[in-house]
């Protein structure tokens, strides 16, 4: 069975940095997009970057360009966002998500997700 396991979140003051990882577990499986989603409380889940690591290209939403990075062309199944110059309104809970596929057939994958809290 193919799992999502997410890492890194925290408290971390206005200004500060964090770094999520994320990987999969579990056999024949490979991944060639991985994604960073968030949800605050009280608004719909957000997407925050992603790689395609087929093509090896990534994509951000406006509110984090600059900010974040997201990191994973090259590199199977594990992805990391860093996170920098966090601001209240990041803080959310933070989920990733793997799409590929294994020996049989194609796969969508969530992880539980990690909590980033963003508090002076």
């Known amino acids: 069975q193919v799992q999502v396991v997410e890492s890194g979140g925290g408290v971390v003051q206005p200004g500060g940095s964090l770094r999520l990882s994320c990987t999969t577990t579990?056999?024949?499986?490979?991944?060639?997009?991985m994604d960073w989603y968030r949800q605050a409380p009280g608004k719909e889940r957000e997407l925050v970057a992603s790689v395609n690591k087929r093509a090896g290209t990534t994509n951000y939403a406006d509110s984090v360009k600059g900010r974040f990075t997201i990191s994973g062309i090259g590199t199977k199944n594990t992805v990391t966002l860093q996170m920098n110059s966090l601001k209240p309104e990041d803080a959310a809970v933070y989920y990733c998500?793997?799409?590929?596929?294994?020996?049989?057939?194609?796969?969508?994958?969530w992880g539980q997700g990690t909590l980033v809290s963003v508090s002076s």
């Open positions: 579990g056999p024949f499986f490979s991944a060639y997009a």
């Open positions: 998500r793997a799409t590929g596929a294994t020996m049989l057939k194609q796969l969508e994958v």
